[in-house]
């Protein structure tokens, strides 16, 4: 997949190293934990495809695409990761009704 506006190849992420890796999620967190998105992240790059059997001439034939970083995808990736875990712990909770013990327990085995 070509890269965005940031430069940032797909394959490239899949191919970072351990250190490379705990760095880019202490970025995470630290965007997570303050709120603070990059600017460059809130500007998708967009290009304009010509549809199917469209004449090339009219703008009409064209149809925008927004394409957005992929550590903006990678990152809302990791936050659907987490909340959907975290979800499916409270549902387990409820569901069973567990003491609190039994729930500590769950919660270590979980976070480890």
Known sequence: ????????HAEFLKHIGPNAKSTLLRFFNYI???GIVPV???RPMTVLILKKDKEATNT??????SLTSIMVKLM?????NRLTG?????IYFATNKLC????DLLLIMWLI
């Open 1 to 8: 997949m070509s890269p965005r506006r940031d430069k940032i």
């Open 32 to 34: 997570w934990k303050m």
């Open 40 to 42: 460059n992240w809130k």
């Open 60 to 65: 009409q034939s064209y149809m925008p695409i």
């Open 76 to 80: 809302e990736s990791m936050i659907v």
């Open 86 to 90: 975290s979800l499916k712990l409270m």
């Open 100 to 103: 609190f013990a039994e729930i």
